[in-house]
Every structure is written in C-alpha cells, then in structure tokens.
C-alpha cells in the first residue's frame, strides 16, 4: 500500500522528495542545479531519474535540445553540437521563418543547432536580499545610449559615462550635421573630463518609410473604423482624414486586404482600395490612436522597392562619419549582402576603410539573407521594432535566439535593441517584463544592449544606463560560460582537430584563465582582433585590450593610430580597453600600469592569477603571471 500511494504521487512531488534526500550533505539552503531554458525544465544533476522525467515532459519542438549534466565534464555530445551547429552555417540555406507553410517542423535544422542558453544558479537563497558583490565582478554586457534632447549636454553625458555607457549612437533619422556635431564635440569634453573611452555609432536613416508632416505639427486622434486616406505627395500636411506616406510606389505595391502599420505597431490600418494613378491608398483604421509626425511605417509580408542607401545616407556617412572620425555604421534595413558591400565600397572611396558596419536585420528579405548579412558585416544588430512588425510576434523570442547565436559562432558582436526598458522613458523603475527581457537577451549571449529613446528623451537617462548595468551583472553570473566555451569551438577543430592561430591562441587563453581562476586575461594588441577573438569564447573575467597605438608620418603631420581600435573593442563583451603610451615600449611596465589600474577599480588584489596574450618577436606567447604591487 505505500508504494502504491508513492505512484500516485504527484511526479513534481516525489522530484521534490528524491532532490532533498541525494542533497542532505549540501549547505542548508544552497541550491546547485543547472536550468536549462528548455520549457522550464528543471535538472537537478544528482538525480538522472528526475531529469530524464523532465525531458519527458519537455515539448516535442525541443526535444532536440537535450543537454548532458553540466556536472559530467561535457562529453562529446557537446562537439556534435557544435558540428550541426557548423553545418547549418555552411549549409548556404536561408530559413523561411515568415511563411506559414514553411514553419520549421521537430527535425528542423533551427532547433538541432540549440539555441537554448543554459544558466548555473549557485547563489545562496539567503543572498538575494544581499547587496550585489560587485568589487570583483564588473559589468561585460556593453550598454549603447542614444543621445538626444535628455543627453546631448556634457553634464548629462559625463553622467551617463559614469553609470556606464560604453557607445553613443547618433540617430540621423533625425537632426541636422550641426546638431549631432555639436553633441559630438560634448560627448568628447565629457570623455575627457571622465578619463573614459566611449565609441560612437552612426545609425542611419536607411530606405525606411515614414508618415508626413502634419497639420500644426500636432498629433491627430485616428478613430477605430474611420476611413483614412494615404497619399504618396509627401509634401501635403496631414490631417486625421488625410495623411503623407514617404514611399511613392506605395499604391503599387499594396493590395486590398494589406495591413499597414505605423508609430512602431500602435496604429494598424487596413487597405480598403488603391488607386496607382492618383498615388492613394484608401484605408480604414483597425484600433483607436494618436499619430505624431513622421512616423515609421511599415507593410507586412510587401516586398518594397528601395534602394540600398539613400543619398542623404551616402551623405551622412560620408559627410560626417568618415570626417569626425566615428567607429561604427549601423546600416538600417540591410537586405542582402551586397547592400554591406556597397556600403563598405563608399567607406573605402572616402577614406573610412577601418569604420566598422553593423547590419540591422529589420524585415523579412534580411531575414532570409541573414547568413550571407552576417558574413558580410563586422556586427549584428537585431532590431526587433521594425522585425516585430514583419514577422509574426510569437516567432520573434526565437528569431532573436538565432541570430545571436549565430552571430556568437561567427565570432561577431551582436547588440539587442528596441524597447529594453521603455517604460523608464517617463517612470524610474522598469516594469518586471522589461527587466527580464535584459536578462534574457544577455543569457542569449548578445554583446550589447542598446537605449532609445530611454536616454534620447526620457525623464530618467542616467538612472535607465544604471538599471541595465545591475541586470547585466546578475544575468552574467549565471551566465554558463563553460558550455559556450565547448560550443564556440569552430567546425574546423570538430571535425579536424586543427586550429588557425589566432583561434588557437584566443581559445588557449580562455582555457589557462578558466583553469587556473585568472582575476583577468591581458591582451597586448595593435589592431584589437585578438581580444576580440578572446571575447567570442566569454571568458568569466574582464578582457583587458591594451592597445599598442603607432605613431606614422603621412604627408603632413604625424599622426597616432589605434584609438579606434581601443573605441571598437567596446562593442565586443568582455573587452575592457585600453590605450597605452606609444612612447614606453617596455611590456613589463606597461602591464604594471594595468595592475595598478586594475587594483584601483577593485577588479585585481594581490597574488592574483593573471593571463597575458603578447606577441616576443615573431612568436605569440600566452602566460601566466602573478599581480604583485
């Protein structure tokens, strides 16, 4: 009769019993299990039964994903991984993650290459109530702030440094040369004034589609049910019953029963009936909303007539970019490979070859390209405003863990951006929903969280920088480095057990840190390549990139190169950077000058173990040494 009544327990219940009786030798309190991000399995490693019932439980869709114990040393399953992994990369097939009647299946390729992120948790439940041990541990994640009216003056700039801004974008979506030149000029004051590096990123205008003027320049109620009508004459000043489309083809293009959305989603119309000659769309609006000026908008499942940059792009980025000296080109609605490539060709003709491109993946035509985008371009970003409204919403969780995955194995920086915590534009606290999404989209493995208009108009831009800091630092402890370790290592290792140098040399380091518990891992580099080849293995510790500048003579005057490199090793997670003197050339004092750095911003003490990656001639050499004062 008891074990009768043991079988028609509850299987939650007797999980619940086994876990307590394997676990009695363990602290009181002190929970060591691993989650993997698999429908909320939970797997106890001292309890294969109970895990194996979880995997049972688990949906058909994710079967694929099953992970070995993270206490078994991370057998070979985790290379197998890693080779499907390999193969979907090199596989040249774009996914149709649009069409219905191409919804990956349980045997897709999308699932067999894992993009699930497992986490660790080994803190202490009388501990969350603590205040964070953050001395040792600094932020990774690497926070963008887009600068506006809330943080163009340099009082407000040397705050937003100081809680933790690492690139500034410059969105020319709006704005003229002079004013972002005139935030630019602050930004470089407030850096100065901070003694911190900060890269800046051009976000381009792109061949986007926006609503008009309007009357008075004030916002109209639109109504649910009301008949609006859109016309392609850009110049005309809109009003609740008539309104400005920017896209001339737009009557071409759409059809009866086409959904239009604008103002990121908040306003969805309806097309009733076109009309090509007169350049009118006849629509009736689906919900009640107030519309501003020149408004995003978007026409799902449209395959639009653009082209790849505009000429106030070219002049943007030519014009502003390559002259004052910026880091990054984000590349807005990048469709195809060859849009990075045109874009890289204007760089070069201008004089900018080392400014580096990050595509923004923001409809479905990109999406099918992503794998030859994300060969083409140094960066990913994944825009989900605009991707959100082109692909269905429940496939946008998965779309975003793919694309960071395989930005992740090619070994590129990859930011997660739009609506990370935009209830903090008006209010000083995010909502719950909000934090977490930050927390997810480092546990996915992005490089960096981008603010909007949280930091260009909000109420709270330094306190929003702060809020995502903290996160990041929790979210980067559970982080479980040792599983992306395993599978960062690049198909040629898996199936050939060989290694390019540099891969070599970056995965090595990883290695020696994680073994020997290094406080941190030194990188003496001119170019910054090898420390961000060190970041794409996510070491857990700081990545110092002490970048060696040159000093060259052109035809003028002599000038310093590698400030740049130091700025773009900010995107890449882990790298911290850091501009040496051109004039001491000694390695041994230059790594003094890190430690002493180091001991001052509470990352290294005394005896600590520290890896050091430095080129002695032509040889490459990783070592070990020990921080002493």
Not at 370 to 391: F, W
Request: proline share 5%; charged share 25%; hydrophobic share 40%.
């Amino acid at each position: 009769p008891g074990r009768e009544r043991s079988r028609d327990r509850p299987a939650r219940a007797r999980h619940r019993g086994r876990v307590r009786s394997r676990d009695r030798s363990r602290p009181r309190g002190m929970l060591v299990h691993a989650f993997a991000a698999r429908g909320g399995a939970l797997a106890p490693p001292s309890a294969q039964a109970a895990r194996a019932k979880a995997t049972r439980r688990l949906p058909d869709f994710a079967r694929s994903n099953r992970r070995a114990p993270l206490s078994s040393g991370f057998p070979h399953a985790v290379s197998r991984r890693a080779a499907t992994a390999a193969r979907v990369l090199s596989s040249g097939k774009d996914l149709d993650l649009c069409d219905p009647a191409a919804l990956p299946g349980p045997n897709s390729p999308l699932f067999t290459m894992d993009i699930s992120t497992p986490t660790v948790l080994t803190s202490a439940l009388q501990s969350v109530m603590a205040p964070p041990m953050c001395r040792l541990a600094p932020k990774k994640t690497h926070i963008i702030c887009t600068l506006g009216p809330s943080s163009r003056s340099v009082e407000d700039l040397e705050n937003l440094l100081q809680a933790g801004m690492s690139v500034a974008r410059f969105n020319f979506s709006h704005g003229t040369h002079e004013y972002h030149l005139e935030t630019l000029e602050n930004l470089r004051s407030a850096c100065a004034n901070t003694g911190r590096i900060c890269a800046v990123l051009l976000d381009t205008k792109g061949p986007e589609i926006r609503t008009g003027a309007l009357r008075d320049g004030e916002p109209v109620r639109l109504r649910r049910g009301s008949k609006i009508e859109l016309t392609t004459d850009y110049t005309h000043v809109g009003t609740s019953e008539r309104i400005a489309i920017s896209y001339e083809h737009l009557a071409r293009d759409v059809t009866q029963g086409d959904t239009i959305l604008m103002s990121d989603g908040n306003v969805m119309m309806q097309v009733l009936e076109t009309d090509v000659e007169r350049g009118t769309v006849s629509c009736e609006c689906l919900n009640d909303a107030t519309l501003g000026e020149r408004k995003n908008c978007n026409l799902p499942g449209v395959t639009v007539d653009l082209p790849t940059m505009t000429e106030k792009d070219i002049n943007d980025i030519v014009g502003f970019g390559v002259v004052n000296d910026v880091d990054f080109i984000a590349a807005s609605f990048v469709r195809k490979a060859s849009d990075v490539a045109k874009i890289r060709e204007t760089l070069r003709d201008a004089g900018g070859e080392s400014i580096k491109i990050i595509s923004k993946v923001e409809n479905y035509e990109g999406l099918c390209n992503y794998d030859a985008i994300l060969a083409a371009s140094d960066g990913i970003m994944v825009a989900r405003g605009d991707l959100g409204m082109e692909i269905p919403l429940e496939r946008i969780f998965w779309v975003q863990k793919m694309m960071i995955r395989k930005a992740n194995l090619a070994g590129k920086p990859v930011i997660t951006a739009t609506q990370m915590l935009d209830s903090m534009i008006a209010a000083p606290r995010p909502t719950r929903a909000e934090a977490t999404d930050v927390a997810n989209a480092v546990l996915d493995g992005a490089d960096a969280i981008l603010l909007g208009a949280e930091t260009l108009r909000g109420n709270f831009a330094a306190e929003a920088v702060t809020v995502v800091r903290k996160i990041c630092r929790q979210a980067e402890k559970v982080f479980d480095h040792e599983n992306h370790y395993q599978t960062q290592l690049p198909p040629a290792m898996v199936e050939s057990g060989t290694l390019s140098q540099s891969e070599a040399l970056a995965s090595s380091a990883v290695r020696a840190a994680s073994k020997t518990g290094a406080a941190m891992i030194v990188v003496f580099t001119r170019t910054g390549l090898t420390a961000r080849l060190v970041s794409k293995y996510r070491p857990n510790m700081p990545i110092v990139s002490l970048v060696i500048p040159r000093v060259q003579q052109n035809s003028i005057r002599w000038v310093l190169r590698g400030e740049r490199a130091a700025r773009q090793g900010l995107l890449n997670r882990g790298v911290v950077p850091l501009l040496a003197n051109p004039t001491n050339s000694d390695m041994n004092a230059l790594l003094r000058v890190v430690f002493a750095r180091a001991k001052k911003d509470g990352v290294v003490r005394e005896n600590d173990q520290v890896i050091v990656i430095q080129k002695v001639g032509t040889t490459s050499v990783v070592k070990a040494v020990s921080v002493v004062f």
